[in-house]
């Protein structure tokens, strides 16, 4: 019920504050847990995932004591050109984790990545989170630009604004600004003294900046993954042209928190580059050491779903020109001749680029000659003397170094070795990913050819997903749908701007060009490493990190034999993706996706992870707009004897789907359990067996033309594995619940969860809220808005309960029915006088029966014509009391009248006490305010006047 406070005194104290500009440090440093759907994980805002070990689950799935994850932490290499040195400086996250040596300052300092201050609430230890509004900041450093918000002042700043349609959302911002091990000549090797930025002298590091941001949905289809987005930008006055981001991960299929149970040394990890998918699992699917342990072992894996794109190579490097369903792929897949060298000979045609990429063939003379082409990407252009039936060029071939088989580093300097109009081609990356040992046995060999533009002989040099660019004003992937996109720049339908129903796509709407994240020619999983054992390498040494995340290195231990492991043991392994060019200013964006599966074991079973990681993918694909759930209803209990009683609000029934563009809140379930994470009752299975759902102990959904099951379609039916949803038995909506299967003096866990009816017709599956419980390392339980922890318990001797059910009489009532009260909570009585108002279709300002015609019906409140009513409502667009076909202007809504809503006004007036915050706004502890009852007054007791006033009456 909606809750009016009818008078409220507000004493205002006036304080003045400044910004401080942010700072970065490891004394910000602060962790939290992430807990929106299956995957549980604390996380740290220095970068670091799975630690501090103490802190919470490590990349738990499902079970919190089912734990896969020792650390993952982000790198950023960077190749740095100083007078006449080149260096390279990778970037790292402080992580306790084994390694030769840590990057550390003389002094014991960490250098890498620490948090910037201003990004959480330094009053409490953890980091901002969504569902947690005591965990943010008074105001956003990033947001204070906003003219009309300046600050975002209790808003959360989310992926979607200030709001988000994901379960649960964390951000946080860290910089490089503490490493040092380049600014100083003492601390480097090559005795440099590099300045990233040459505005400010006492910048250090390399000026990067940070914005990382993790999102969850509860969405039985994504409930089991984690994404996380990175958006790296040079904030220094260097342009830098060759640029790598990375991960480390230290796996641990069996890890709980700090026990050591030994779990670490039977576990594998391989690499997909063809679905840009690296992944870890439990060799002999046992993880019993670890007693703690819940049901079987499963895989866990780490894909890349956004990363830079290469309009300018040639290659089709996220390998999706065949994804078009209109044009035929025409770009040759690359083969072993194209990284043999040839020897040029008169006649034959090469391919010379400018500096705008556009390529022209020429044919070689019968004399020497010198060749023009474009250089690096912050070079000069490149000569390439050719003396014909002597010069051989070659290009990202096999070469042996010191007995070792190694990529030729031409295959990623930016030019064009070879003449043949491709950047960089690579054979480990772009044709087979193949290592033996020393013995001639092989432990990887896997052929992946990506296609490419024959420039020489004019062959898918018009492949509109080869080069695909987000710029180019083309629908390359032929997804643009004039049906449904055609709605003009502003990407909103039915305003009539630029470009709306002229039957071609424009720039801002829907599926193209920038709106459209298919069209980027993304370079995906570049490079790996499992090495073993899992400190076989060290943090401090910059340019062996760099090697390892060079593009085209993939390498494995003796342990995996033809791409299969033969035993587990104690590894852990890098991965990359790389080159990209990073200018002052820019920003470049990773998304990433941390997700599991059913399988693993001996067999590298997983097939159940790819399921996973193709959802995870159309999430990504459609701009994380996955429909959200309704929003949660605010759950109160009240333990009794032998009983507990639940009731909660209404919020939940106004939500409004942005994607789907319709209010489709359909019901409410509710879950009871004896353990925090409801485990007990995950017990729904899909048509394969897997556990998917939880089972209610109650549910109550709306008298509409939606129950019973949710019928998908072929393609959801398929993909959620037989699965369905029971939208319930039209039984109609109630607000409370009483459970009496319940004991005194035992602890339960209650969760009301509200879901919608989802979309038949385009396939949208039913959501249901999420439900969070955290039971923290100090034993105390913290619940959130839909959830509660009770224990029943006889009452104390001598009480007397208020009577459960009146009925209430007044002379002043017109009407045949009853209106009775019922007490719910008697705690919650508080002995003030509420009014009780009803509306119905006669007078409830709604068009119930939707007969209202805008056309004809919008005259304004007179009811008349061309009056130009002085309050405006003419033609305002809006349906108005006193319009035709509304309220008792409409006979049908007034003769037979329904009731519709009604409001509860609290009659007894209120003081609070608050500190202005100047333009801000400030949090009031009550909502739903009558503004005419508002009266503000300073600390002197003088009234503030109402036009030096905003005051948001709805939200408080």
Known sequence: MKKIINSIIILLLLLSFQIVFAQSGREYRRSSVMRGNLVKTVFGNWGVIGQPAEKGDRGAWIYDNNGYIGDVSPLVGVEVVVQDKTFHSVVVSPVDRPTRQHELSPSGRYWGFEPVAGYFNEGREGVALYSDPSSWPSQWPDKMNDPEDPGWSGSWNGFFGKTTTASEECYFVMDDNNDEEFNYPEYNKWNVSFKPDSNDPSRNGLGLVVKVRAMQWSDFLAQDCIFWLYEITNTSTTDYSKVVFGMLVGTYVGVTSTENYNEYDDDYSFFDVQNDLTFTADYDDNCSRNPRWVGDVGVVGYAFLESPGNPYDGIDNDQDSDKNFLIHATGPFFSEDDFKSRVIMPGDKVVLIDDNYNRTVVVVPNHDTTFVTRGKATGQPVEINIVPGETELVEGNVIIKDGKQSINPNAYDGIDNDLDGLIDE????????????????????????????????????????????????????????????????????????????????????????????????????????????????????????????????????????????????????????????????????????????????????????????????????????????????????????????????????????????????????????????????????????????????????????????????????????????????????????????????????????????????????????????????SGEVKTYQNTAVVVPNAPVIGYK??????????????????????????????????????????????????????????????GIPNSNDSDGTEGNGLADPGEPNLDYSDSDEYFVPITTSYSVRDMTGLTELFYSKDTLFVRLSHKHLIESTISVSDQNGAVVPSIKLIIDCENG
């Open 426 to 777: 690579n054979y480990y990356l772009h044709y087979r990913q193949i290592r033996k040992d020393q013995k001639g046995h092989t432990l990887i060999d896997i052929l992946s050819p990506v296609r490419h533009k024959d420039y020489i002989n004019g062959i898918g040099i018009n492949d509109p997903l080869i080069d695909e660019r987000r710029d180019d004003g083309i629908d390359n992937d032929g997804d643009w749908n004039p049906e449904y996109d055609d709605v003009g720049a502003d990407g909103i339908m039915g305003t009539n701007d630029r470009g709306e129903g002229d039957g071609i796509p424009t720039p801002g709407e829907p599926n193209f060009d920038q709106t459209d994240v298919d069209e980027s020619d993304q370079i995906g999983l570049t490079s790996f490493e499992y090495f073993t054992p899992s400190n076989d390498f060290s943090m401090a040494d910059d340019e062996d990190l760099w090697n390892r995340l060079s593009p085209g290195h993939f390498e494995v231990p003796e342990s995996i034999v033809n791409n299969k492991p033969q035993r587990g043991e104690d590894g852990d392994f890098f991965y990359g993706s790389g080159y990209f060019p990073l200018r002052a200013g820019e920003t470049q964006r990773f998304s990433l996706a941390l997700v599991y599966g059913e399988g693993g074991g001996p067999d590298m079973d997983i097939t159940d992870l790819m399921n996973n990681r193709k959802t995870v993918q159309k999430i990504y694909d459609s701009d994380y707009r996955f429909p959200p759930a309704p929003d949660k209803p605010t759950l109160k209990v009240v333990p009794g004897d032998g009983k507990v009683t639940l009731y909660w609000d209404r919020k939940a029934e106004d939500s409004y789907d942005p994607v789907l563009h319709e209010y489709d809140f359909e019901g409410y379930k509710i879950y009871k359990a004896t353990d925090h994470n409801f485990n007990e009752i995950f017990n729904i299975t899909d048509a394969s067996g897997t556990k998917i759902s939880y089972k209610p102990i109650a549910q109550f959904d709306v008298k509409d033309e939606y129950e019973g099951y949710f019928r998908a379609g072929e393609d959801l039916f398929q993909q959620s594995k037989g699965a369905s949803f029971y939208l319930g038995d039209n039984s109609g909506l109630k607000h409370s619940f009483v459970d009496t299967d319940v004991e005194n003096g035992r602890r339960y866990f209650y969760a009301v969860v509200s879901y919608d009816r989802g979309n038949e017709e385009t396939n949208i599956f039913p959501k249901e809220c999420d439900k969070r419980i955290d039971l923290l390392p």
């Open 801 to 862: 309960p208020p009577e459960g059910s009146v009925e209430i009489n007044s002379d002043d009532v017109i009407g045949t029915g009853s209106v009775y009260y019922k007490v719910v909570d008697e705690e919650a009585l508080t002995g003030h006088k509420y009014r009780i108002e009803f509306f119905d279709t006669s007078n409830d300002g709604i068009d119930n029966n939707g007969n209202w015609n805008q056309a004809t019906d919008d005259v304004g409140t007179d």
